[in-house]
């Protein structure tokens, strides 16, 4: 059996050995999961909204091109750091910079509400009744309560941010801008008075009003502008630049719509429905409706004679508008923002069509523009390519380009100090087309020459990969592209002719590797490779977890580590916060730890964790253990039994699968031995029944609306679980449930409760995955194929099975060339098809796709590693017939997570890729 090293991963897929491993000799692949790394100025014209009578009606629709040297500074509001008189680096303790200090000083002390104790809280909670809500005491529901109530917390936000923004300013450090078409933040209440040092605080003022604050808590309302693990771990990272006090911020689409809402019909199909979060006023976010920039699509290039410059005009023209989201940092005064943009209008309608009395013409233009940030794409790990979708990444990067540019112009530096002051770090590719727009903006606007723009552009993008999928590689129809962003294609062309130049002298007629390492993919038709866009455009290029990074390197991104070097490519292993995924969902236990290391550092250095490994010998440690996880399995029973009509058995096993559905995730494998389990079960006399564990299996996961197979697992699910749960005779050995909607409200509940972590891909396929780190830190027992926290959490403490990354393409070639029966690939596995087909879970006809899957091809060794799987089981079963010895691997597997922290993450980024330092607030 070969193990996946650094020296034979190059060799894919030649001679590996193909038998799977048996669980109990499982081989660890010595990985290290330490980190490698370790070692305005373009502003707008003031715009205005509506129609307005000044309008020059012959205009409209015509870009304007105003020099920037010539256009107004950018008009803000006095939030922040602006200061109307000064240019360049404002030293605090200089001039006034307006009106008269001493009322201005006095007023603003007035307003100095710091409420320390729940009386001053309180004062603020009533002060937004009586106000902001025009509410009274009589007058008075939960939901104004938490609003109230969030207003508050916002109020302290804002004060810290505004500290935090004028103090970096005045510091001028390099900084770190994030950028991310996705931000799966979840709800901010709780999280914020946490982070605040103040949750006891608001529970008692809330109390003293007369609410209970759990209850104000479930008022609210996830912000759900993400997929999955993309999304939650860019949530997760800002929560950690800010913790740092990095000088840092994250910029995104404020979509209207988040993830949709996934409910189930009576026959188990997913369906979906609009997620309208913003339907209540949100209470964390801060318009900024004068920070607006334009954003042209379409239109016409004309090159000028006899330079590198172009004029792109014409098309459509339209604004996007900031909101702020403040994410404040634990047991510090720093708070980062998230800065979101919606696209508006540049008028409000057609002044021509409303004068001659069309209406609907005259408002046609502006409700396509708001199209554009209405909603977010459902697709996780797969690639749509799709002209709003184009129209979203280049609308997000283009503003936040201006934005980010207008902030470095007012340091006046000259161009070539770029990267001395800024670093963007591109996740994944959806943000790629900055590259392009960062040359435009030099080149086109800043009379920079091309090659000095290059090499300025060069120095600040940093590209993050997610995924060695081929369906999630973005890659744009050339056409489309064309249409959309036509200078920018220009652009792309001569980035690409230079870097094809260097190929070619490097390897001399070698025209088949010039055909794959190039951005244009020829063919008909023709494409635009994002990846290849980033990595030329790129200073650095990482990968998420230990075993992804270096896949990345030898298998789709192998030519181009042979032209950048090993050095250009690196590893950043994710990480997810402690604050949210320990001390927000799970008080009992971060108590328990609090307590018992005598402090709450390990909540910003969870190395300290560590130090509370031997308590697994402490038997008292271990009943106050069994305690907490008992509470949060109950509450979890709780949920099942009110939402779903569930009755769980809180002694078995929970297992939790808690992901998008895909197919490389296996699900399938998952409910398929649930299948056998219960066919065991059904066969099993009341002996041999009563020395069977019992078992809660848990799913959770959306599967994009267009993705048939993952639509049918979950019909799969439901239907097995309503077998199941429904069958008295075999009592509680087994449930199956599924829980809809998944969201990170949801995942707070779920993730305490667990016993058991389903990680069960395909060796290879999940880059990193986070639920994982989620579910270890919190206890549960790793049941997986690959994972770099087993590592972590030792050998002993882990059930892993399967084949292994380095004999996939072998089995995956076998399936499909050599291929032998099912019942000969796994007899146990054609045995729970033939009971699916007998119509046992409803009519067989209906699973007939998903099951070909599997008889034929079988891409994802679902056959191949079914029988492992089940032996991995087995082997759980054993260790929880002894309770303490599973509890001892419980709590070996949580304190040995500290690594897994996005303290780590965001530090070994910021060391090793951003070049950026920690700037605290002084308090
Ligand atoms: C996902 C991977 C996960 C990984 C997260 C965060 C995409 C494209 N990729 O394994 O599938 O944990 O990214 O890095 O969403």
Not at 356 to 383: C, F, H, K, R, W
Not at 623 to 649: C, H, T, Y
Not at 764 to 778: F, H, P, V
Not at 837 to 850: Q, R, T
């Amino acid at each position: 059996m070969s193990a996946l090293t650094k020296d034979n991963v190059d060799k894919l897929p030649d001679a590996v050995s193909t038998s799977p491993r048996t669980p109990s000799a499982h081989h660890q692949p010595t990985l290290s999961r330490r980190s490698s790394v370790s070692a305005g100025g373009v502003a707008g014209q003031p715009h205005s909204y509506g129609p307005s009578h000044n309008v020059d009606v012959s205009q409209i629709g015509k870009p304007v091109h105003t020099p920037r040297k010539e256009r107004p500074s950018h008009q803000r509001s006095l939030t922040g750091s602006y200061f109307p008189t000064q240019r360049g680096v404002v030293g605090m303790e200089h001039e006034w910079p307006i009106g008269d200090e001493t009322t201005w000083k006095t007023a603003l002390d007035a307003n100095d509400v710091d409420p320390e104790d729940a009386q001053g809280v309180a004062n603020t909670v009533v002060h937004h009744i009586t106000t902001s809500l025009a509410r009274q005491a009589g007058n008075m529901d939960t939901l104004a309560a938490y609003q109230a109530t969030a207003l508050s917390v916002r109020d302290q936000l804002i004060k810290r941010w505004n500290e935090t923004t004028t103090y970096h300013t005045s510091r001028a450090p390099k900084r770190i801008y994030y950028l991310s078409i996705e931000w799966l933040i979840g709800r901010s209440l709780d999280n914020a008075v946490l982070n605040l040092g103040m949750r006891n605080t608001y529970e008692d003022a809330t109390r003293k009003l007369g609410f209970n604050f759990e209850d104000l808590l479930n008022e609210e309302r996830d912000a759900a502008l993400g997929n999955g693990g993309l999304g939650r771990l860019a949530a997760c990272y800002i929560d950690s630049m800010a913790t740092l006090c990095l000088p840092g911020w994250g910029y995104g689409l404020r979509y209207n719509y988040g993830i949709f809402k996934q409910l189930l019909s009576s026959t188990g199909e997913q369906l979906e429905a609009p997620d309208p979060w913003l339907d209540r006023e949100n209470p964390w976010e801060i318009p900024r409706l004068d920070v607006a920039y334009p954003i042209r699509f379409y239109g016409h290039v004309e090159s000028v004679p006899n330079s590198d410059k172009a004029v792109w005009q014409g098309g459509m023209e339209c604004l996007a508008v900031a909101y702020d989201t403040p994410i404040p940092g634990y047991a510090t005064k720093n708070c980062a923002n998230i800065r979101l943009w919606s696209a508006k209008p540049v008028q409000g309608f057609d002044l021509n069509s409303f004068n001659a009395g069309n209406y609907e013409a005259s408002v046609q233009a502006s409700s396509e523009v708001g199209n554009i940030t209405q909603v977010l794409y459902p697709n996780d790990n797969m690639y749509a390519g799709k002209l709003l979708r184009l129209q979203q990444q280049y609308l997000w990067t283009s503003a936040s380009l201006q934005d980010i540019l207008r902030r470095f112009l007012k340091l006046d530096k000259p161009w070539s100090q770029l990267s001395d002051f800024i670093c963007i770090q591109m996740n994944d590719t959806h943000p790629t087309i900055a590259i392009a727009e960062l040359m435009r903006i030099l080149v086109d606007e800043e009379d920079v020459p091309y090659d000095q723009a290059w090499k300025i552009t060069t120095k600040v993008f940093a590209y993050t990969n997610h995924t060695v999928l081929p369906e999630a590689l973005e890659k744009w129809e050339l056409s489309l592209f064309e249409k959309l962003l036509p200078r920018h294609l220009q652009l792309i062309y001569r980035i690409n002719y230079e870097f094809m130049g260097q190929v070619a002298k490097r390897w001399p007629n070698d025209m088949d590797r010039m055909r794959r390492m190039s951005i244009i993919e020829e063919g008909t038709p023709k494409y635009v490779r994002m990846a290849h866009l980033a990595i030329v455009g790129s200073f650095k290029v990482n990968g998420v977890a230990e075993l992804h990074s270096q896949l990345l390197q030898s298998t789709i991104f192998r030519d181009f580590v042979e032209f950048k070097g090993r050095d250009f490519f690196t590893n950043v292993t994710n990480g997810i916060t402690p604050r949210r995924w320990v001390l927000q969902c799970n008080p009992e236990l971060a108590e328990l730890v609090t307590h018992t290391l005598g402090s709450d550092q390990w909540l910003t250095n969870a190395q300290l964790l560590r130090n509370l490994l031997p308590m697994a010998e402490d038997v008292n440690f271990r009943k106050a253990w069994d305690v907490i996880k008992k509470n949060n399995k109950r509450r979890l029973a709780d949920v099942l039994e009110e939402e779903l009509g569930i009755l769980v058995n809180v002694d078995s096993i929970f297992a939790c699968q808690i992901k998008r559905m895909h197919e490389y995730k296996r699900q399938t494998l998952n409910i398929f031995a649930i299948i056998h389990r219960y066919m065991q079960i059904k066969k099993a006399t009341p002996e041999e029944r009563k020395k069977m564990q019992p078992w809660t299996f848990i799913f959770a996961g959306k599967a994009a609306p267009g993705y048939y197979i993952a639509k049918l697992v979950i019909r799969l699910i439901v239907n097995v679980g309503k077998v199941i749960n429904n069958d008295l005779d075999i009592g509680d050995l087994l449930n199956v449930c599924f829980i809809p909607d998944y969201s990170v409200s949801i995942a707070e509940v779920l993730i305490p409760a667990a016993d058991v972590s389903v990680q069960i891909s395909t060796a290879g396929t999940e880059a990193s995955g986070t639920s994982n780190m989620k579910l270890a830190i919190n206890g549960a027992l790793l049941l997986g194929t690959v994972d770099e926290i087993a590592e972590d959490a030792g050998e002993d403490q882990c059930f892993m099975f399967g084949h292994l990354a380095d004999q996939v393409q072998q089995v995956r070639f076998n399936n499909s060339y050599n291929p032998i029966p099912l019942d000969q690939r796994s007899p146990e596995l054609a045995e729970v098809f033939k009971y699916i087909e007998s119509g046992v879970f409803g009519d067989a006809h209906i699973y007939e796709s998903l099951t070909k899957t599997v008889y034929e091809h079988d891409y994802y060794l679902v056959s191949n590693d079914f029988g492992s799987y089940l032996a991995a089981q087995k082997l759980v079963d054993d260790v929880w017939a002894n309770r303490d010895e599973w509890t001892k691997k419980a709590i070996l597997t949580a304190f040995a997570m500290g690594d897994f922290s996005s303290d780590r993450s965001v530090q070994d980024y910021a060391d090793g890729i951003w070049g950026v330092e920690s700037e605290r607030v002084p308090e």
